[in-house]
């Protein structure tokens, strides 16, 4: 006990040192060949509790550690119209992602034309998803409003398909006295040839593969009065064909995906009340007897309100609703037709949680999750859907650092 | 009767001393609130901090600039003068003062926003942080000798090297 509490206390040493040294190393821009690079990066742990069901990790009455993203990124602005940019990850999340590094991004940022009035421009290369506000940034847990995004609109389970795409994004902004506008339109080919993107999408059993046409997303943003007011709008569509595995049990069918996701948000000095609601519907045809021709339409929507306390506390109370399918809220069809739990298909969060920033670098983290229904869970981490229970609760302990 | 008589005397003094209590009141009420309104504004005026200017490098172009331009040159969203030199930004602290009055005064941003603006984008690989400065000595030396330089300074501070930019 007396051996491990020690080592626990040197590698911990040593694990801050490390990060002091990374951060003294690495926080301050380097003046490369007249250019500024600039270099940050993030390490964050998080701890889930649940009263029932795994989620991210074996989280079921034990802690579960599996939740981890460690990033870093570069930039670098050889002209002042051109910057490059590369981030990795690792994200560790449970049995739905195991935390090997990947390019997050990596592109080319051209910015054609600017002046006064606004600026247009295009990225190249690796860009992440313009998807509702908080995508592009969903694994910085210092850009994000709580440990957990709102499951309804920023699946933890479908994230690989989501996160980024390879492709092209045009974008064009507008600045006046009325508001800024900022547009992008992307076009790229999503992340969806892994085997997680399979499970996502069609579950464990069927053993074949994705592939996607070229995705495009649009989104628009309105900021009025200075960021005070910000409405959004994105909609997306993914074009997706699978290959069927040896001895599938679905055969090569044909996926499709509309989104339509409308944003609202009002930032006070001390307060923000944010809204998103979106429109999934999701189509599926030749996949075989055992999925028949479907189309179905998800509905999520959720309100948050989060309170700055003091400079360094906030405070955060989100419902957060999901249905898998608007015409079958509470599952009852989906129950007589499969077997398997109405409660699946639909999952109702109460969420409160605290955020104190020790310092500008160091974050802590705490909320509470109250849910009815498992909707949001991922197979992964619960193969046995009989296992499920409907009604649950989740602590969730989280620390960031940055630098 | 003696009762009546006994009482009279109190009742009317009750009375009186009522009326003139409120009357005093209502008298001094207007008088009171503006001592108290020139006494605040007086102190105000004694202990508020010098206002914040915009500043730029002494040969910049630019005299007037939009507030809206100006929140997307330190939003780090607009990069370039319209004569075609960068934009270099300059920013204290989050937590200076002068952070907080150019941020709520002139930007109309507030500093918690514009703070999260700049994570957003540099974690998505669409931008890069201003250069922060650790004092006021250096706002004032890095935006006279920097071509293209941005930053704000309070008002008791501005030298001759550095210009100031009004805000239209």
């Known amino acids: 006990m007396c051996a491990s509490f020690k080592f626990a206390k040197t590698a911990a040493g040593i694990f801050i040192q490390g990060i002091f040294l990374l951060w003294t190393t690495f926080a301050h821009a380097e003046n490369l060949m007249g250019s500024e690079l600039q270099l940050h990066g993030f390490l964050t742990q998080g701890v889930v509790i649940t009263s029932d069901n795994n989620f991210l990790g074996q989280s079921n009455k034990k802690a579960s550690p599996d939740f981890r993203e460690i990033g870093v990124n570069g930039s670098l602005r050889p002209i002042s119209d051109v910057q490059l940019s590369a981030g990795l990850l690792s994200h560790k999340a449970g049995g739905t992602d195991n935390g090997e590094l990947r390019l997050d991004y990596g592109l080319i940022d051209w910015t054609v034309s600017s002046n006064e009035q606004g600026r247009s421009g295009i990225r190249l290369g690796r860009v992440k998803n313009a998807y509702g506000l908080y995508n592009k940034t969903r694994d910085v847990a210092f850009t994000r409003p709580s440990i957990l995004l709102p499951q309804s609109i920023y699946f933890e389970r479908t994230r690989n398909v989501t996160v980024a795409s390879d492709g092209a994004e045009l974008y064009l902004d507008r600045y006046s006295e009325a508001g800024s506008l900022f547009v992008t339109f992307a076009l790229g080919q999503p992340q969806i040839g892994s085997e997680a993107a399979k499970v996502a999408l069609v579950g464990l059993i069927p053993n074949g593969s ?14 009025g009065d200075g ?49 998103e609601y979106a429109l999934r519907p999701t189509s599926n045809k030749n996949f075989g007897p055992n999925a028949p021709d ?53 999952s109702k969060d109460w969420t409160a949680g605290v955020r104190f920033d020790l310092t500008p670098e160091f974050m802590l983290r705490a909320e509470y999750h109250r849910v009815d229904g498992t909707g949001y869970l991922p197979v992964q981490d619960n193969p046995n859907p009989s296992a499920l229970v409907q009604r649950w609760d989740m602590l969730m302990l989280l620390a960031s650092f940055r630098f | 009767m003696f009762e009546s008589i006994r009482l009279y005397p109190v009742s009317a003094m009750k009375n009186l001393s009522g009326i003139s209590i409120f009357a005093l009141f209502w008298r001094a009420c207007p008088l009171y609130m503006l001592a108290v309104f020139l006494f605040t504004a007086n102190s105000y005026a004694d202990t508020q901090e010098p206002a914040v200017v915009v500043i730029t490098f002494p040969a910049t172009s630019e005299n007037v600039i939009s507030r809206s331009s100006l929140r997307a040159i330190f939003g780090m969203r607009l990069g370039k003068w319209p004569v075609d030199t960068p934009v270099k930004v300059f920013v204290m602290k989050d937590d200076t003062p002068e952070h907080s009055d150019f941020s709520k005064n002139i930007l109309q941003v ?48 501005i030298t001759k090297n550095v210009r100031i930019l009004q805000i239209r």
């Open chain 2, 110 to 157: 507030f500093p918690h926003q514009l703070r999260l603006a700049w994570d957003r984008q540099v974690f998505s690989g669409q931008g890069q942080y201003p250069e922060q400065v650790a004092s006021v000595q250096e706002m004032l030396s890095k935006i006279a000798s920097t071509p293209g330089a941005i930053g704000y300074i309070k008002t008791n501070e």
């Open chain 1, 227 to 275: 960021g005070k007011y910000r409405l959004g709008f994105t909609t997306l569509q993914l074009d997706a064909r699978y290959n069927p595995g040896v001895g599938d049990v679905l055969q090569a069918g044909q996926m499709k995906f509309t989104p339509k996701i409308f944003s609202a948000q009002y930032n006070a000095e001390h307060w923000s009340l944010t809204s």
């Open chain 1, 210 to 223: 994705f592939e996607s046409k070229l995705m495009p997303i649009f989104q628009a943003i309105y900021e």
């Open chain 1, 294 to 346: 479907s189309t179905i339409h998800g509905q999520s929507y959720y309100v948050q309100g989060s309170y700055r306390l003091a400079s360094k506390w906030e405070a955060l109370l989100r419902y957060d609703v999901m249905y898998a399918d608007s015409g079958d809220r509470d599952g009852k069809e989906f129950a007589a037709a499969t077997h398997r739990p109405a409660f699946t298909r639909f």
